[in-house]
């Protein structure tokens, strides 16, 4: 099948892990010291990486084609910054609620303040055999980033199918370009 975009893989390649391990700590550090409380600093950092994830291919074709040694920095920095600057009044933010429930026995209780990666961890503790940190950050934010790229391609297919569809309307019909006669 004809590819106009590269595909993104469905794991993070080793590149983009080691770069989200040599900036995690001090991704944290800015986005805490940015962040009102610590669940969102969590969610700021995972989003930056996120972003960062979701341009990885083209970061990394910056980097080794046209020599942009610091690319990937550069947009982390620039990703911090965007969604650091999020009004609070923003009506679209997500409102948090809290629902008291009793969790099964032998069941861990959701945990608060704690980011995807920790929370799927104790979730599923046999499935991580690592420790949490910038592996399974890695991970987590690949997957999201992963997810939103199937969607945009989704996406994408349905309106060129729409336009194909109208197009042969068009045609069938002999329809002027500027619609009914």
Known sequence: MF??????????PPGYVAFVESHLEPLRRQAERVAADPLD??????????????RWTWLELARTRLGR????ERYLERCLDR???RPESDPYRPVEIEVFTEH???????GR?????????RQAPSLFRVAIGPLVE????WQHAYAAARRRRLAGRLVVAFLI???????????PHGGVE
């Open 69 to 72: 040694a610091d690319a990937a």
């Open 3 to 12: 590819r106009v975009l590269p595909e993104m893989a469905v794991e993070p």
């Open 104 to 110: 099964a026995p032998g069941r861990p209780a959701a």
């Open 138 to 141: 890695a991970a987590v934010a």
């Open 83 to 85: 969604h650091a600057m």
């Open 41 to 54: 600093a969590e969610r700021l950092y995972t989003d930056v990486l996120t972003d960062v994830a979701a």
């Open 113 to 121: 303040g704690t980011n995807s990666a920790v929370r799927l961890a």
């Open 165 to 175: 569809v109208v197009a042969l309307v068009r045609l069938r019909f002999n329809l």
